[in-house]
């Protein structure tokens, strides 16, 4: 059973900081690209980041370049996103996404609220 769980959201007051986890058990994790999108209430969920197989590249959104950093530890089976300088726009349920070849399996998603 593949299962893919996120932790470490919350509520942050701006320009603080949070890291993001994403567990991985049931796939071959190396052998997967892995994705933060996000969602925030009323809009469509967007790719935040990505981060291919042995993560020899990545790629952030323009919205998020420079403040968050996506990262993995295959050897953990895990995906991290540390976020720094939020804003309240950042705000949203972020969710993570594994991909290999036709296979595709997101997580529950954990809610980040940036606010004072």
């Known amino acids: 059973q593949v299962q893919l769980v996120e932790s470490g959201g919350g509520l942050v007051q701006p320009g603080g900081s949070l890291r993001l986890s994403c567990a991985a058990s049931?796939?071959?994790?190396?052998?997967?690209?892995m994705s933060w999108y996000r969602q925030a209430p009323g809009k469509e969920r967007e790719l935040v980041a990505d981060?291919?197989?042995?993560?020899?590249?990545?790629n952030h959104a323009d919205s998020v370049k420079g403040r968050f950093t996506i990262s993995r530890d295959d050897a953990k089976n895990t995906v991290y996103l540390q976020m720094s300088a939020l804003k309240p726009e950042d705000t949203a349920v972020y969710y993570c996404?594994?991909?290999?070849?036709?296979?595709?399996?997101w997580g529950q998603g954990t809610q980040v609220t940036v606010s004072s």
């Open positions: 996404r594994a991909r290999y070849s036709f296979r595709d399996y």
């Open positions: 049931g796939i071959s994790f190396s052998r997967y690209g």
């Open positions: 981060i291919t197989s042995a993560g020899r590249s990545t």
